[in-house]
């Protein structure tokens, strides 16, 4: 596959990424089929994308014209043999866990055709573990969007154990005809680089908040305010899910050890589903 026969591509999962990376690839120019397993989730994923559209041509930073012809490149599935025709790339962005993403892929090579190229989105997880359920693991790598996907800049680009150098190409070429920035990140440990800082740090600021030491909203304001983060640590964690954190971090924890052990304070808003922004609450509320 070369980049200039990219035409559609596969987004699988409306969810908060799904729906972000869909936007992106449609405001480049591509087809865009996006796929989530009910016809409630795929279709608040394209209300995402409106609003989102709406909102950027709102702000000036595209005009309409180019929102309405992003929206029609859009196109929603539920069936996945469907989402999968003709698709020259597939993005995955199933929830962050192995067996489920091992699942998806499983179905998607009996599907996609021969030629496509396949990633993942995966915020941590192995990428050679994934691509080796595939029957192209040397056609398959990360592709690791920022949420929200279109403010931000970064994408990596994280190759497996068995990723040709064609391949690593091919996706960082497409990062940029999306306007992003690509990141080549050499080895596939788990939270690659981004990760691997980030996460440890809303983990931090959790912990610091459990021990009583200081409130949700001091930590935001000092981490903000004082250190010059664009958002406050708990602020953050809610807008990119308190779950997609959690399972990054459980997951380090189970292979780089017990630094990375969850704080207490983020099972319990995981196990109580108030997971920020997307369920209207978590560290703080948004209804
Ligand atoms: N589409 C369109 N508009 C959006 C949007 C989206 N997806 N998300 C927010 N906006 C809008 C807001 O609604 C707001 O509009 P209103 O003022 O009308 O409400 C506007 O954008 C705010 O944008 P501004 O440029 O005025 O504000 P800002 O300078 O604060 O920028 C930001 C917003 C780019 C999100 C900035 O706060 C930021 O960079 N935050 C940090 C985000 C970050 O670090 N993301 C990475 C998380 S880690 C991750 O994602 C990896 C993982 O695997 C866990």
């Given at each position: 596959m070369r980049l200039e026969d990219v035409q559609r591509i596969a987004v699988l999962g409306a969810g908060n990424m799904g729906h972000g990376i869909a936007e992106v690839a449609a405001l480049a120019g591509y087809d865009v089929a996006l796929r989530d397993i009910e016809e409630e989730f795929v279709r608040d994923g394209y209300d995402q994308i409106e609003w989102s559209l709406g909102k950027l041509a709102e702000k000036d930073r595209i005009d309409e014209e180019?929102?309405?012809?992003?929206?029609?490149?859009?196109?929603?599935?539920?069936?996945?043999?469907?989402?999968?025709?003709?698709?020259?790339?597939?993005?995955?962005?199933?929830?962050?866990?192995?067996?489920?993403?091992?699942?998806?892929?499983?179905?998607?090579?009996?599907?996609?055709?021969?030629?496509?190229?396949?990633?993942?989105?995966?915020?941590?997880?192995?990428?050679?573990?994934?691509?080796?359920?595939?029957?192209?693991?040397?056609?398959?790598?990360?592709?690791?969007?920022?949420?929200?996907?279109?403010?931000?800049?970064?994408?990596?680009?994280?190759?497996?154990?068995?990723?040709?150098e064609d391949t690593l190409e091919l996706i960082e070429g497409l990062a940029e005809e999306m306007d992003k920035t690509p990141v080549r990140v050499r080895k596939d440990s788990p939270g690659f680089i981004v990760n691997r800082v980030l996460v440890p740090l809303?983990?931090?600021?959790?912990?610091?908040?459990?021990?009583?030491?200081?409130?949700?909203?001091?930590?935001?304001?000092?981490?903000?305010?004082?250190?010059?983060?664009?958002?406050?640590?708990?602020?953050?964690?809610?807008?990119?899910?308190?779950?997609?954190?959690?399972?990054?971090?459980?997951?380090?924890?189970?292979?780089?050890?017990?630094?990375?052990?969850p704080c207490p304070l983020l099972v319990e808003k995981v196990e109580n589903e108030e997971l920020g922004r997307k369920t209207g609450a978590g560290f703080y509320d948004y209804e």
């Open positions: 180019a929102a309405e012809a992003a929206l029609d490149r859009v196109e929603t599935f539920v069936d996945l043999a469907d989402s999968l025709a003709d698709a020259d790339v597939v993005i995955e962005v199933v929830p962050e866990r192995m067996d489920i993403k091992k699942d998806v892929y499983g179905q998607v090579v009996e599907h996609a055709p021969e030629e496509a190229v396949f990633v993942t989105n995966t915020s941590s997880l192995s990428i050679t573990e994934l691509s080796e359920v595939t029957d192209r693991p040397e056609r398959f790598c990360g592709m690791h969007f920022f949420n929200p996907p279109v403010r931000m800049d970064l994408v990596e680009v994280i190759s497996g154990k068995h990723t040709s809303m983990n931090e600021a959790a912990w610091i908040v459990e021990s009583g030491d200081a409130t949700i909203e001091t930590v935001d304001s000092t981490t903000k305010y004082d250190m010059g983060l664009p958002m406050g640590s708990f602020e953050l964690a809610d807008q990119v899910g308190i779950d997609v954190g959690y399972h990054v971090l459980e997951y380090m924890h189970e292979v780089l050890g017990e630094a990375y052990r």
